[in-house]
């Protein structure tokens, strides 16, 4: 939500601006800009849209500076336009600056600011920032007068400033909105997060809530808010720039639809012990004792990562015997969460850095729970505020669409339920059997995979249409609210997910012959009760698509396509049915001609809250 990228060192920046806002372009697309100072000038250029209406605004220009400052905005104060896109600056043209966040009080900031004379030139909360640094810069140098602002402004920030009058310094402070600090040979490269460092270094700082850098070509020091020198350890980035990248596909979400089997067989990779029928979380170790005693497990997420949720709530009550509460983050810190040191809350999160979810594990921490994660991204402020935590290792997952981390996630889930499982009464025999069948589904993936061209064709034949239900039950009620979340995300269409038992309550009225039902009636132990579901949405003259159980000649006299699965157990299902509705919204999305990874009004990492 919000990129921002920065350099100060030899090279050219603006080269290195660019390519940064285009791999960060996933947290927001409505316009882009960049400051880049050579000694005392300071050249800013700006446009709406995509980074590319940026390049090609600038057109080759020739800006040379070893400075700068860029951002890629998704909006949250102001609509889409060149006067509220970043970098925004003060009054006499002196400071710049780049903001991922919110400033709460800026209302009264501005206020305040315009009856001392200050004029602004944007509707943003951002502004304010410049301004007031630029009045504190009339009484002290530079980094106290950031100081000072800090201290006034109330909200989030992952902030880039830059001074006319400083040039040979980049000044960058966060709370609340993540910063990495990249280490280069010859300078400095900060970003929101890794994808534009991981070309130029593996060695990056990450900065904790509360800390600012002062950063030069040569060194950088790291403040915490009471003026403390902070000694911060340099961390290994373990993504390469080649898994950043789209490899031929046309699109990141198809790429990364088509690396579930690899991001699943590397989430279990060297976790899962077949022979003993366990689960060996290095994360968990140091809290494995207090797993031993926990009552009660919190799941708290959003969106995708909310569904793998529920999912994991089925598999740990039916083989853990866990019992296992999931929230929606944003609702879950604002009531009052009946919380005690036997209960333990999980949060789910692909980025690491979603504003609720980590809002959600601090008031968890307040109340005395244990806090834990399932984390994708290396480093991320989710991963380091829990108590212990469990990495998905599924790679970079740039598509705004999540696919890989959620079947990895759901992966780590079943992980979990083994170790739980095992650490309580599931049985040696059944353990065996969950560890047996996991180690399978990357191969059972890529059968499902290989159908990619039928899914295909069902999704043009369904191309008309603009209205779906999905409907599942048991494992895959959850998976029917992920299927229509993606085809919402990426097509624009309604649908509506539910679990298949409640579409006579209600849903029903909404079936006729123009409204069809993605029906998930795979053969398990809620089989007979999905067929009546689908008979009665055919008795309406609904129109069904199913995802089935290979083998099932049945259910094809049924309904009107058919999609197959191979067979798994029960509670493994959700990771492969989920892969026909994954690329049935992908084609459906790309025959309408969207942007499939940058979907209108959505950003990946939702840091605002
Ligand atoms: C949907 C999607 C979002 C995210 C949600 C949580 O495809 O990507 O719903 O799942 O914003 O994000 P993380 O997992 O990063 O906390």
């Not at 501005?110 to 504190?136: M, P, Q």
């Not at 040696?428 to 064709?457: C, H, T, Y």
Request: charged fraction near 30%; glycine fraction near 8%.
């Amino acid at each position: 939500m919000c990129g921002i990228v920065g350099y100060i060192g030899k090279r050219e920046a603006l080269p290195i601006l660019m390519d940064g806002l285009k791999r960060l372009e996933y947290r927001g697309y409505d316009s882009a800009g960049f400051s880049v100072a050579n000694g005392d000038r300071i050249v800013t250029e700006k446009a709406v849209g995509k980074v590319a209406e940026l390049e090609n605004k600038i057109n080759e220009k020739d800006i040379p500076g070893n400075l700068g400052i860029a951002h890629t905005r998704w909006a949250t104060h102001g609509k889409p336009s060149e006067r509220n896109a970043h970098p925004h600056r003060d009054c006499s043209k002196k400071i710049f600056l780049v903001h991922n966040g919110i400033i709460e009080n800026y209302k009264e900031l501005k206020h305040d600011l315009e009856k001392a004379g200050h004029k602004f030139s944007s509707e943003t909360d951002t502004e304010v920032l410049a301004h007031l640094i630029e009045e504190y810069s009339k009484q002290v140098p530079f980094e106290e007068a950031v100081w000072r602002t800090l201290a006034h402004v109330r909200g989030t920030y992952g902030l880039a400033i830059i001074d006319r009058e400083n040039p040979q310094k980049l000044i960058i402070a966060r709370n609340g909105s993540p910063l990495v600090l990249g280490v280069m040979d010859d300078g400095y490269v900060i970003a929101s997060d890794v994808a534009p460092i991981v070309r130029y270094t593996d060695r990056v700082i990450y900065l904790d809530d509360g800390e600012m850098a002062e950063v030069t070509g040569q060194s950088c020091k790291i403040t915490n808010f009471k003026r403390k020198k902070v000694k911060k350890e340099i961390s290994k980035i373990d993504w390469s720039v080649e898994e950043a990248e789209k490899k031929g596909y046309p699109h990141f979400m198809l790429k990364e639809i088509m690396e579930q089997p690899e991001a699943v067989e590397n989430s279990i990779r060297g976790r899962l012990v077949v022979g003993e029928g366990i689960a060996k979380l290095g994360g968990l170790r140091d809290v494995s004792e207090r797993l031993r005693r926990l009552k009660r497990l919190v799941i708290v997420s959003c969106g995708t990562s909310y569904y793998a949720g529920l999912v994991g709530k089925y598999m740990l009550e039916e083989y853990a015997g866990v019992r296992t509460d999931v929230e929606h983050a944003s609702e879950f810190r604002y009531r009052k969460p009946l919380l005690d040191e036997n209960t333990a809350v999980l949060a789910i999160s692909q980025s690491g850095e979603t504003a609720d979810t980590l809002a959600a594990i601090r008031e968890a921490k307040n109340k005395g729970a244990i806090t834990l994660g399932i984390v994708n991204v290396v480093g991320s402020t989710i991963a380091r505020e829990t108590d212990a935590g469990v990495y998905n290792h599924a790679g970079p997952e740039i598509g705004v669409a999540s696919t890989k981390a959620f079947t990895s996630q759901l992966s780590i889930l079943a992980l979990l339920t083994l170790f739980l499982g095992r650490q309580r009464e599931m049985s040696f025999v059944m353990g065996k059997r969950i560890a047996e069948e996991l180690a399978e589904i990357p191969k059972l993936m890529k059968s499902v995979l290989n159908q990619a061209d039928e899914i295909k064709k069902v999704a043009e034949k369904y191309s008309k249409y603009s209205n779906f239900l999905y409907l599942g039950r048991k494992y895959n009620y959850p998976i029917a609210m992920e299927g229509a979340l993606k085809i919402k995300e990426i097509s624009y269409v309604h649908a509506e997910g539910y679990p298949f038992g409640e579409m006579k309550h209600g849903p029903i009225a909404l079936i006729d012959k123009n409204f069809p039902t993605m029906a998930i009636a795979t053969k398990d132990s809620v089989y007979e009760k999905t067929l009546s579901g689908i008979q009665e949405v055919k008795a309406r003259s609904g129109k069904v698509i199913a995802i089935a159980t290979k083998g099932d000649r049945e259910i094809q006299k049924m309904v009107d396509d058919v999609i197959y699965i191979p067979k798994t157990l029960e509670m493994l299902t959700p990771l492969l049915s989920v892969v026909p509705l994954q690329l049935f919204a992908y084609h459906f999305a790309v025959g309408k001609g969207l942007d499939v990874d940058k979907p209108r009004n959505l950003a990946k990492s939702v840091t605002v809250e």
